[in-house]
């Protein structure tokens, strides 16, 4: 079992299960990484026991985090679960072993204020009187980002067919290749009707079209983007990504009072337990409104 098995591996992973190009990329690295420690033991994949993965592991637990040594046997199992059903070995090697404990960090949230000043300064015309074509595509991509919780893999890449004509929803292809509806209320409609009149290039597929590689919009250029539009709005750049503005969309709903089953349908979740982080966002941000706001909680501090 050689280089032909990792690639057979990845080819598996992306046909098979819809994994991108980078999630195959990390996967060869976590693989190609096990292999060298392997080697330098005159050891190989194929032979590879359930110590060797062991001692693997804990070499990572000394320089890394436990959610990446948890990843890197992620891979392993997947790996070694393939070559298992392909007949390549009559074992799997990462059979009993525990993933390292993990908490799971509560992902970083604005407030709905947060977000209105974004939209506003977003709206504002940045070097003149008159918004410019970058200013009115701006607006678009924090109103659809906020709007439909949409990744940004998802946003950079959408199709100009997709807003086509009056709809309350958009087509989402997302991870591992399912689709999905994602909501889209007047104010980001608006937005998206304002932009098409100033859209370049109308022979593009994409709703974002650049002249780069990828013929859309990158998602660095949209990160930056975002950190420039937070400075202007008074916000930490720090606290500011696509993702931050997906996590908004998916918290406020649940403060507001929608169903977890409805926010991980719109969010494209396989699993609802990765949506119910939402429900504890929530609940910390209650107690730090009550903590900061109710006349007990202030005399109790005071005393």
């Not at 280089?3 to 598996?12: C, G, I, K, S, T």
């Not at 194929?46 to 985090?65: F, N, S």
């Not at 067919?161 to 104010?187: C, M, T, Y």
């Not at 008074?234 to 089953?261: C, M, Q, W, Y």
Request: glycine share 6%; charged share 30%; aromatic share 4%.
């Amino acid at each position: 079992m050689s280089r032909d098995a990792v690639e057979a591996f990845l080819d598996m992973m992306s046909a098979e299960r819809g994994a991108s190009r980078n999630t195959l990329e990390a996967y060869r690295r976590d693989l190609a990484a096990f292999h060298g420690e392997l080697a330098g033991r005159g050891k190989a994949l194929k032979t590879a026991t359930r110590e060797d993965v062991r001692k693997h592991l804990a070499g990572l637990a000394a320089i890394t985090k436990p959610s990446s040594q948890a990843r890197r046997l992620s891979v392993l199992r997947q790996f070694y679960g393939f070559a298992y059903s392909e007949g390549w070995r009559k074992d799997d090697p990462t059979n009993a072993l525990d993933a390292p404990k993990r908490g799971r960090p509560l992902p970083k949230v604005l407030s709905p204020k947060n977000v209105e000043d974004l939209l506003d300064e977003a709206r504002k015309p940045k070097r003149k009187e008159k918004a410019d074509d970058e200013d009115i595509r701006l607006a678009c991509i924090v109103e659809l980002l906020y709007a439909s919780g949409l990744r940004i893999s998802e946003l950079v890449s959408l199709k100009l067919a997709a807003v086509k004509g009056k709809r309350d929803f958009l087509h989402i292809r997302g991870k591992g290749n399912k689709e999905r509806l994602a909501p889209l209320n007047q104010s980001a409609r608006d937005s998206i009707a304002a932009y098409l009149t100033v859209r370049p290039d109308a022979d593009s597929p994409f709703l974002f079209p650049s002249r780069g590689v990828e013929g859309h919009l990158t998602r660095r250029r949209c990160h930056q983007l975002l950190k420039e539009l937070a400075v202007r709005a008074g916000i930490n750049p720090d606290k500011l990504s696509p993702h931050v503005l997906r996590h908004a969309f998916a918290t406020h709903l649940v403060e507001g009072g929608a169903d977890l089953r409805s926010v991980q349908t719109l969010l494209g979740h396989a699993d609802i337990a990765t949506t119910q982080i939402y429900t504890h966002v929530a609940r910390d941000r209650l107690k730090r409104t009550v903590e900061s706001a109710h006349p007990l909680s202030n005399k109790r501090s005071k005393g």
